[in-house]
């Protein structure tokens, strides 16, 4: 067996450290604890200094922490950086990064990058720019902390770069520090997610697929030449499905180094008598909330199912889930009430200030023309899933069967209708569905059955393969999807949400613990070694250059 090599150091950027957007900040929050506790405070996370209104509700500044090195870099350099904790289990050191002056240097450092690497940033819009010059300011710091503090290549130092957004610092230290070993994780790659999200058959044609050739069909030129150019060049390129590597494969011309799973930790999950109680508010509050905004009474049995995550409508697979919810509604033999929350932040004005009042003042007036909305939308006419609803004609009236409620704000303990986090929620669930169709891992699904809520999902995406491979038949089931069975896939989830629906108490507990039990083998403590391996791999790598 190859000696493995360990780093001492180890830097860790993603747009989404001390910045909640999206799945990778459960990603990188939640292995944490398990690096932190091998690393110690030579684990060091970077993150965008994005807080300008108000103070990051992720993030503890400490006047302590690195002192003299903050100091000299605010003395040094344009850029401006704050240093605190991540307040995660683990409370890993955290830099965050004001990059904001880089902006008047943007157009000399994307000529220098192409002329360096290849990268052509000419047809950049959106984010391109926010989050190029991020990556580029996390290299700058990653640098004088390596500087000020007189480390050498012996020190065997890690630089992890996290989606495309933070490549420019990939850049960055394989010119100007190349003794730092670099990786970078792909966690969906940019031209992927955009032929899939523009109705395009991802999985039938993949092999027919040249990844610059669609990059330009489909405008993403700059995110795609950035990318690409990343995986190439660092050390060690991971991403985090079997799935997601043939993706890379085809479309970035480069097989990942290793695979990379999506663990977590479940420290965040009651247990006993505080899971019960948990589980009891969280139903109490979901019943609550959809009777005030029906206008009527639940019946007593009342299944709640959930779909949530990111507002893309076809990847998330959300137009499936509508269709299986109309399919199970025609179920004669349907035995119970069915309530389904859509959980998924869209452009909203803020919470329905008649629902709120109506929840605060029973005796207050409610707008009952909208049943299905628990938060004003800026665009009800242009919605997605409104638009699904209507079609479908869910009207949520007291003799439908299945109900559905569109939840389009983020959950996070202040929404003004629940005012509960989406864990805390997510608890008083019987059922979850998330048929994707283009999920290169899928942390919704595995968040659901560490809280013992069994789910639906596919095999599109990582996290079902990997359910696949470990065989677990019970509290997970994984629907075969692919590029044209749409209505075979709604189909197949509303029978099995008809099937469990039907099972007695007891099987339905038995259901519920097989779906813990699952979750026990996605911990970090079971997928982490998959990491130390990558560190190997980039530092040896990072030694054949020298």
């Known amino acids: 067996m190859k000696k493995q090599l360990i780093p ?25 604890r398990t690096l932190q506790g ?50 995660v289990h683990g409370n890993p050191i955290t830099v ?62 890690i630089a992890h770069f996290n989606e495309w957004m933070t490549t420019f610092g990939a850049f960055y230290i394989r010119e100007f520090v190349p003794e730092i070993a670099t990786i970078f994780t792909t966690h969906a790659t940019s031209i992927g997610r955009s032929i899939a999200g523009n109705h395009k058959p991802l999985y039938n044609y993949l092999n027919e697929y040249n990844g610059d050739q669609m990059a330009f069909e489909l405008n993403m030129q700059s995110k795609h030449s950035t990318e690409k150019t990343a995986a190439h060049i660092v ?3 991971t991403t985090v499905s079997s799935i997601t590597g043939t993706e890379c494969e085809q479309l970035l011309d480069k097989i990942p180094d290793i695979i990379t799973p999506n663990g977590f930790e479940d420290d965040f999950v009651p247990s006993g008598k505080e899971f019960d109680a948990k589980r009891k508010n969280a139903r109490e509050r979901l019943k609550l909330v959809a009777e005030t905004l029906f206008g009527y009474e639940l019946k007593k049995e ?30 004669p033999d349907l035995k119970k009430e069915v309530v389904a929350f859509i959980m998924v932040p869209a452009h909203i004005k803020g919470a329905r200030a008649d629902l709120a009042e109506k929840l605060q003042n029973p005796d207050a007036e409610m707008d009952y023309w909208n049943k299905h909305t628990t938060h004003e939308l800026y665009n009800y006419q242009n919605d997605s899933i409104i638009s699904a609803l ?13 109900k559905i409620i569109f939840v389009p704000s983020y959950l996070n303990g202040a929404d003004g209708i629940f005012n509960m986090s989406y864990w805390d929620l997510l608890i008083g669930m019987d059922l979850s ?53 749409f209505s075979n896939v709604a189909k197949s989830i509303a029978t099995h949400l008809n099937d469990y629906i ?34 190997s791999i980039a530092l040896k790598n990072r030694d054949k250059r020298f």
């Open 8 to 32: 001492e150091y180890i830097f860790e950027t993603s747009w989404e450290v001390c910045n909640m957007v999206g799945g990778i900040y459960t990603v990188l929050s939640t292995r944490a």
């Open 38 to 87: 091998k690393f110690g405070d030579k684990l060091i996370f970077i993150g965008p200094d994005v807080w300008t209104e108000k103070e990051s509700p992720y993030f503890e500044e400490s006047d302590k922490l690195l002192a003299n090195w903050r100091n000299h870099f605010n003395e040094t350099f344009e850029l401006k950086i704050r240093v605190g904790k991540w307040k």
């Open 96 to 157: 965050l990064v004001n990059f904001q002056p880089l902006f008047d240097k943007k157009n000399q450092i994307y000529g220098h990058i192409w002329e360096k690497f290849g990268v052509d940033s000419l047809h950049a819009y959106g984010d391109y720019d926010e989050s190029s010059m991020f990556g580029y300011a996390t290299g700058i710091v990653m640098e004088s902390y390596y500087r000020f503090h007189n480390l050498s290549k012996r020190n065997n130092v």
């Open 235 to 237: 050390d060690c390129f």
């Open 302 to 331: 009342t299944i709640f199912i959930t779909t949530a995550g990111r507002y893309e409508y076809k990847n998330k697979g959300i137009d499936v889930f509508i269709e299986a919810l109309k399919n199970l509604s025609f179920k």
């Open 390 to 402: 209507q079609w479908f004609h869910f009207q949520n009236m007291p003799d439908d069967k299945v």
């Open 433 to 485: 569905v998330f048929p994707s169709y283009y999920e290169p891992w899928g942390y919704t699904p595995l968040e659901s059955i560490a809280f013992s809520v069994p789910t639906i999902t596919t095999d599109l995406s990582g996290f079902g393969q990997w359910v696949k491979n470990i065989h677990a038949k019970f509290g997970v089931k994984v629907v075969h999807r692919s590029d044209y069975n």
């Open 502 to 535: 039907s099972k007695s108490p007891t099987e339905v507990k038995s259901i519920r613990q097989s779906a813990f039990d699952v979750s026990k083998k996605a911990l970090w403590s079971e997928f982490i070694k998959h990491y130390y391996e990558a560190y």
